[in-house]
């Protein structure tokens, strides 16, 4: 990281999305994101975890102003400009939308058929008309399609030619063709084979460094974010429950949550077949949340705080914070917490 | 310990417009009652259909090399999967002697018909139970696998259920019948990591109690770690290792079983490098000669492996390996 400037700063950024009620009285929402405050460093690979329904997609979209911003504040800010994000519009949305890109989970779905892989990744430069004729459009696509390790015989291709590491890679160099600073990947590798995976996650991050792009990484797959990620932020249920450095929260998760997770995850070992610390129960409909803190419904620390009170966001050390009424007293007693 | 499952020189091919595809070849395993077979492959590797083949359940396009052979030994004697032909016969091994649970459950389940009902009919088709005792059954399967307030969820419908409510009932539903022999085709795949570890480890009580046979498919070699007694490990269609758990993943003998775990993120080292398995699966209609996997093995010996289909050889007690590496002490595969 050359400098530590946030590029993407959140306050209390909330998405809500109506639901049918009655007609009289208030009106019920679901609280898809509920006051998440973080700080993307430019130039880094944040990560946001946490399993379905937790939110992780909707805060994604929301920083790409897919999703609507129901309240909060969120600043893009990349040295050139300066954007409020839930203000701006018109022209601005429009040069937004050129500096920040998405790459998507699926790249069976994401690609049309009917398109030569050419057309697929100059699709973006036209719509957005970056480029003043054809020959210019088809030479940031040779150059991006370069990076992206494809070449002159696969940009006159159909995306059925391919396979799926390929695609991924035609659907990367669509998102950056146009130049973003920021891209959101949302679950880009979870539909790769792990042969191939592991490919995706190297080109992504090379390319990063090379462009000096600011990634956030979505992702239900916490070893793959510990590999590619320097910060990880975990969701539960629209709210942000622990955040810290990449090394710091998979060496001393605060959370209970953090530390189900982290122990749910398979191990290699064979003779580690252990079953301490498994999470009992789903998580809540976002319809019909628990009182308190979201978590204490399948928390085995819960007391009557948790039940009473939503915890706030406290400081736990270096850039790490923890929602959690009881951290403190959990990690003295961490034997108790031993998996 | 009982044989219940042998599977010899089973090869299967397809005809699809492109032309024929072979999807399973020369393939040869066995499995014990009360053992946990993990099959492991990528996309495209076979391993589902080498399932499907055990019910004859492939497409009609389907065609069976001449010496594939399927045996299963029920209490009443071997039955020869192959030579079974009608669907009337079908049934000792679909749903009888073997069921299958699969990756989405939603897709399983019929979405207008309730969980109960489902869970009744089958009981009705392959047991003599009247349909009280089915539905009692049921219920107690359905509380057996953790579902609360069963007798409330035996009226329900599948989307009524969460994802991981629906996978606990269709391990019940395919374990009502008792079978000997349950096929779980990537049965955690759809499921969050907290719900997939609930899972694992009530598949783990399951065999433990009803001593039936598991071929666990998946493409999650930590998955397989954790429930796995044997791992068989799939490449387009042919098997490139297999042998006992420990051995398998911690003294991986093939090259592509190297690459596989030398491509997976380890937690505990962090700043391991991911090594990618380079270059892509190749599509099934070029499947390159010789061994299949030369064409993206570092080690691929020059004028050998693309010529010469590598046959299994011993590597140690019961682990076992294609490839040209391990050319000493071959054995019967």
Not at chain 2, 142 to 170: C, P, T
Request: aromatic share 6%; hydrophobic share 40%.
């Amino acid at each position: 990281m050359s400098e530590a400037k946030p590029l993407i700063t959140t306050r209390n950024l909330s998405v809500h999305y109506p639901l049918r009620g009655s007609l009289f009285g208030p009106k019920p929402v679901v609280q898809a994101v509920e006051n998440v405050s973080i700080d993307i460093i430019k130039g880094s690979f944040f990560g946001l975890v946490g399993e379905s329904g937790s939110g992780k997609t909707t805060l994604g979209r929301a920083l790409l102003r897919a999703a609507p911003i129901t309240k909060g504040k969120v600043v893009y800010d990349d040295g050139e400009v300066r954007y409020d994000l839930p203000e701006i519009e018109g022209r601005e949305l429009k040069d937004y939308r050129s500096r920040a890109q998405l790459i998507f989970q699926d790249p069976y779905a994401a690609l049309s058929p009917r398109m030569t892989v050419r057309d697929i990744i100059a699709e973006p430069l036209e719509v957005m008309g970056l480029t003043k004729n054809r020959t210019e459009t088809d030479e940031r696509v040779r150059e991006i399609a370069a990076k992206c390790r494809l070449n002159l015989e696969h940009l006159r291709r159909f995306p059925h030619a391919f396979s799926g590491g390929q695609r991924q890679r035609i659907s990367i160099a669509r998102a950056l063709v146009s130049s973003p600073r920021f891209v959101v990947a949302d679950e880009s590798v979870a539909a790769l084979d792990v042969s191939i995976q592991a490919d995706v996650l190297n080109l992504l991050k090379s390319i990063q460094q090379e462009m000096g792009l600011t990634f956030l990484f979505i992702s239900h797959d916490l070893s793959v974010v510990a590999h590619i990620c320097d910060h990880v932020a975990v969701m539960y249920l629209g709210r942000l429950v622990e955040t810290a450095p990449t090394r710091t929260l998979f060496s001393t998760p605060r959370h209970p949550y953090t530390r189900a997770l982290l122990s749910a995850i398979p191990s290699l070992d064979p003779d580690d077949r252990g079953r301490a610390q498994k999470l009992e129960g789903e998580i809540p409909s976002p319809t019909n949340p628990p009182p308190g803190c979201k978590f204490q419904s399948r928390c085995p620390f819960a007391v009557d705080i948790c039940r009473k009170q939503e915890p706030e966001l406290e400081h736990a050390g270096d850039g790490h914070e923890v929602s959690c009424h009881r951290w403190k007293e959990l990690m003295e007693n961490e034997p108790l917490m031993a998996g | 310990m009982t044989r219940l499952l042998e599977v010899e020189n089973l090869t299967l091919q397809f005809d699809t417009d492109e032309g024929r595809i072979t999807a399973v070849d020369d393939v040869s395993f066995s499995l014990d009652a009360g053992k946990v077979l993990g099959l492991v492959g990528e996309s495209g590797s076979g391993k589902s259909v080498t399932a499907k083949a055990l019910m004859k359940l492939n497409a009609g396009n389907a065609i069976y090399g001449p010496k594939s052979k399927i045996t299963l030994h029920l209490d009443g004697g071997p039955v020869d999967v192959m030579s079974l032909t009608t669907a009337a016969e079908m049934q000792v091994v679909r749903g009888g002697a073997i069921s299958m649970i699969f990756q989405e459950p939603m897709a399983s389940f019929a979405p207008a018909i309730t969980i109960g009902d489902q869970m009744v009919e089958q009981l009705l088709i392959h047991t003599d139970m009247s349909a009280k005792q089915a539905r009692e059954l049921s219920i107690e399967m359905l509380n057996r696998v953790g579902i609360s307030d069963a007798s409330k969820r035996f009226r329900q419908y599948a989307f009524e259920l969460s994802g991981g409510m629906r996978q606990r009932a269709m391990i019940a539903m395919a374990l009502s019948t008792k079978p000997k022999l349950l096929i779980a085709d990537e049965p955690t795949t759809a499921l969050d990591v907290t719900i997939q570890a609930q899972v694992i480890d009530l598949m783990k009580d399951l065999v433990a109690d009803f001593g039936m046979g598991i071929i666990f498919i998946t493409h999650d070699l930590g998955v397989i770690a954790q429930t796995a007694d044997h791992v068989a490990v799939m490449y387009l269609g042919r098997l490139v290792e297999q042998g006992p758990v420990r051995e398998v993943i911690r003294t991986p003998a093939h090259p592509y079983t190297q690459g596989l775990l030398a491509a997976l993120p380890h937690l505990d080292d962090l700043d391991a490098p991911l090594v990618p398995v380079p270059g892509d699966i190749p599509s099934p209609l070029e499947r390159p000669s010789g061994c299949v996997f030369h064409t993206r093995c570092s080690k691929a010996i020059a004028g050998r492996c693309q010529r010469e289909v590598p046959q299994f050889t011993r590597v140690n007690e019961g682990h076992k390996v294609a490839c040209h590496l391990y050319t000493s002490e071959e054995v019967q595969a």
